[in-house]
């Protein structure tokens, strides 16, 4: 991050400057953050009033560890604070969107810097991960930490992950029940985007409407003109060039990659070995590319292909693009395989139905002497939660599991689909962690292939931790 300082900070923030410390010190800051435990020099805080904390509360150990520019919005802690005399105080309305405006103008004024941005409703990290393989082969590439990619993930990327001296910035953005994608994508401003897929996550904030939900996606070219281009995986029907253009506006590009004929980054003679990898064809311009993938899954080969096509607006070849997504780095608890006594698939990092089906596949594809799956409720999905849970609980009944252990109120609407419809040998359902540990012993076998998987609201990656140990 550049260094700024307490005039830019207020003028950004739209705040009052309430207090100054004495004799202007502390007037530059360098990271920002939300979190006192991340305290670090020259570093500005923001009073996030959050659901369980109060992080003004937590003003006095934020001063002690050394950071002096704090922004707040509650007056009395403004008082408190300043009363120390070594505090820049800026007191603003709500601090979520003084920080989001700071961030906003950081970027505005970032003018040499080119914008890719990345969001749908599964694969965006995963799509972000090539995406910065790609680009980074070529030139100087920031992005998202981990999945930073929320109203306050982006601000704290835009201002700790971004280097001052890159070239390409690839942000990814997600959306859920805090502000509006127009917001974000205001902030971050992207000259080019992709959209993985617009599927059943995040329904209940978007009156349980896959328009609703594909309208608020497509948000994401809000600031394209007409050099700009969008990328969509044109296997999934609402992401149709057609259906794309009627639910956003301006005039744009769209690229399409999938498996029908007319894409313009097609994939072929897909095989899929399960753990031990996948791999295929890109076909382009008429030419056909073999393709590989360091990562399980064959969802994932047009993932990397989005990616190659973003390179290809930036001068990439395809080749080099495609040596390039061979580098992605993993990202932790997303389809990680982990060897031993049994052979575990971790997908714990989060769950939705579309993601769920993509994992089976892969357990589908590998051989093993016994297969299974412990999963559990899948959250945000809105008021269709329950029928969208009997789906997948169908889709699993002619997977060729021969066990699944299912966790949690929605977990047991699987369990109970798979009693009734038949096709998996050993159906197990339970209501907390405990009681899935308790049993596992009886349930498992050494040789076992399983994956894990559910919301992270359930805290299943203790499953993973206990297997381990």
């Not at 150990?61 to 105080?89: L, P, Q, T």
């Not at 003018?111 to 969001?119: E, F, G, H, P, S």
């Not at 003679?269 to 990562?295: A, C, F, R, T, W």
Request: with cysteine.
């Amino acid at each position: 991050m550049r260094k700024i300082n307490l005039e830019y900070i207020v003028e950004g923030t739209g705040g009052k400057l309430y207090a100054k410390a004495a004799d202007g010190a502390y007037d530059c800051v360098s990271s920002v953050e939300i979190d006192n435990r991340r305290i670090k020099d020259e570093c500005l805080f923001f009073c996030i009033i959050g659901a369980r904390v109060d992080a003004h509360t937590l003003l006095p150990d934020v001063r002690e560890k050394g950071c002096h520019n704090v922004v707040v919005s509650n007056e009395e802690w403004a008082e408190k604070i300043a009363a120390y005399g070594d505090m820049n105080v800026i007191l603003v309305e709500d601090t979520i969107i003084a920080m989001d405006n700071l961030a906003t103008k950081y970027m505005d004024e970032w003018t040499d810097l080119k914008r890719v941005a990345i969001t749908g409703s599964a694969g965006k990290t995963t799509t972000k991960e090539f995406t910065y393989s790609v680009l980074s082969s070529k030139y100087k590439t920031g992005k998202n930490i981990g999945n930073y990619n929320s109203e306050t993930g982006i601000p704290l990327t835009v201002f700790n992950s971004y280097a001052d001296d890159i070239e390409i910035a690839i942000t990814e953005i997600g959306i859920g029940d805090g502000r509006d994608m127009s917001d974000l994508v205001e902030m971050v401003k992207p000259d080019n985007a992709i959209v993985t897929n617009v599927g059943s996550v995040h329904m209940e904030f978007f009156e349980s409407s896959r328009e609703k939900l594909l309208e608020a996606k497509l948000r994401i070219t809000e600031q394209f003109g007409p050099e700009s281009t969008l990328v969509v995986n044109n296997q999934v029907s609402n992401l149709s060039v057609e259906s794309v253009k009627a639910h956003s506006k301006g005039n744009f590009k769209i690229v399409t990659v999938g498996d029908a004929e007319d894409c313009d980054f097609r994939i072929t003679d897909i095989e899929d070995k399960g753990i031990d990898g996948v791999s295929g064809k890109l076909i382009h311009n008429g030419i056909s590319y073999d393709m590989q993938i360091p990562i399980i899954g064959a969802h994932n080969l047009f993932n990397a292909a989005e990616a190659v096509a973003i390179g290809e607006i930036y001068g990439i070849s395809i080749e080099d693009a495609l040596e390039a997504v061979k580098n992605i780095d993993i990202v932790e608890n997303r389809l990680d395989v982990m060897r031993g006594r049994y052979t575990i698939i971790n997908d714990t990092y989060n769950a939705n139905p579309e993601a769920l089906k993509a994992a089976v596949e892969v357990i589908r594809h590998t051989p093993a002497p016994r297969k299974g799956l412990i999963i559990g409720d899948m959250r945000e999905l809105g008021k269709d939660e329950v029928e969208i849970h009997q789906d997948v609980g169908e889709y699993i009944s002619t997977s060729g599991v021969d066990f699944v252990v299912t966790l949690g109120r929605l977990g047991r609407v699987i369990a109970e689909t798979l009693k009734e419809k038949g096709g998996v040998e050993i159906v197990h359902s339970f209501d907390t962690i405990d009681e899935v540990m308790a049993n596992l012993d009886d349930i498992l076998r050494d040789g076992d292939l399983f994956l894990v998987k559910a919301s992270n609201a359930l805290g299943i990656t203790r499953i993973i931790k206990e297997i381990k140990n």
